[in-house]
Nanobody
């Protein structure tokens, strides 16, 4: 049974930083990309960034490129999302995701496993 558990969300002022963690269990080598999505109220869930479990290659949405960094510790089955220079527009529930589709830009329908989500709120 696969489980993804996020932690690290919270309230931060604009310009601040947060680091999210996603601890996975039960994952197999077929999991191609671990990533993060987010969903703001009234909006669709959108891709934020991903990291290949095999190569460590990362990918990012244009809206977060240069501000967010994804890293992983495969030995711990943990993925991190370091978020710097946060903006109020980054306010959303952030979800950890695991995809078995070989693309570095998975769509929501490509995700096989989801975490429960963690709230990130950025105040202006």
């Amino acid at each position: 049974q696969v489980q993804l558990v996020e932690s690290g969300g919270g309230l931060v002022q604009a310009g601040g930083s947060l680091r999210l963690s996603c601890a996975g269990s039960g994952l197999t080598f077929s999991t191609y990309v671990m990533g993060w999505f987010r969903q703001a109220p009234g909006s669709d869930r959108e891709f934020v960034g991903g990291i290949s479990r095999s190569s460590g290659v990362t990918s990012y949405a244009d809206s977060v490129k240069g501000r967010f960094t994804i890293s992983s510790d495969n030995a711990k089955n943990t993925v991190y999302l370091q978020m710097n220079s946060l903006e109020p527009e980054d306010t959303a529930v952030y979800y950890c995701a695991a995809s078995t589709i070989p693309t570095m830009y998975p769509r929501t329908r490509d995700v096989k496993y989801w975490g429960q989500g963690t709230q990130v709120t950025v105040s202006s």
